[in-house]
């Protein structure tokens, strides 16, 4: 039965409808085994919700053991601080969770290297934030969300005055896929900002025979958030 209401819970969020998935969450914490799993849902669409006080205070009523349910809690406080505009905090938060990656499930390591990018953003400290995606994408040629990376990587030098292209460089000239692609996109996306045009003409026709599918100019942020409790 417990399986069912949390299978309903998700179900609905995946459909877009959380305000229905609470009053059944809340349900759920009532059961002891099923408490902190619930809550911690229940707490993400709080903040949601722009109910950052009441997510704040049940997430401090929590007391989680496991290494994943801590870090798990970890990043719905840094989505707090995110929210109540204190960056410097939100990447302290978050910046634990990078610091063991050992057994962080994949979706939740997505949904932290992009609320620190957004973090920076938000801060107007571009350039830092791209070293944290920078350092990923190195520990992690082959990574199954690289293109959704690499976008989020775009949208931080693109913040940035003049950015520097070393580790795109380094990159392309690495054999591995997707890398070696993705960093020509957007090493030739760089020169097309600041109208350099001659610079990315050399660049794009290398991407022809490339086997890596490649995001559209304007591509858009990847809802990866959503994914952070997917166990």
Known sequence: RFEAIFGETEALRALGRGNDALPLLQTLAQEPS??????LVRASLLIDR?????????LRSLTPESAADRNQRRYLNGRIHLAQKR????????????????????????????????????????????????????????????PAIFAKLDQLYAAEGKPSPNELSRWVRDPAQPRRALSQWSLARNPLR??????????LPQLRLSPVPLPPLGHPQPALGRLLLAR
Request: aromatic letters at 4%; hydrophobic letters at 45%; proline letters at 6%.
């Open 34 to 39: 099923w408490k902190l799993r619930a809550s």
């Open 50 to 58: 722009d109910e950052l006080e009441v997510a704040n205070q049940l």
């Open 87 to 146: 960056y410097g905090r939100a990447v302290e938060a978050l910046g634990g969770i990078l610091a063991k990656p050992e057994g962080v499930p994949h979706p939740l390591l997505v949904a932290t290297l992009f609320a620190i990018a957004d973090a920076h953003l938000a801060g107007k400290s571009p350039e830092r934030g791209d070293d944290v995606l920078e350092d990923f994408i190195d520990h992690h040629p082959s990574d199954s969300a690289l």
């Open 194 to 203: 600041s109208a350099v045009r001659a610079r990315a003409i050399t660049t």
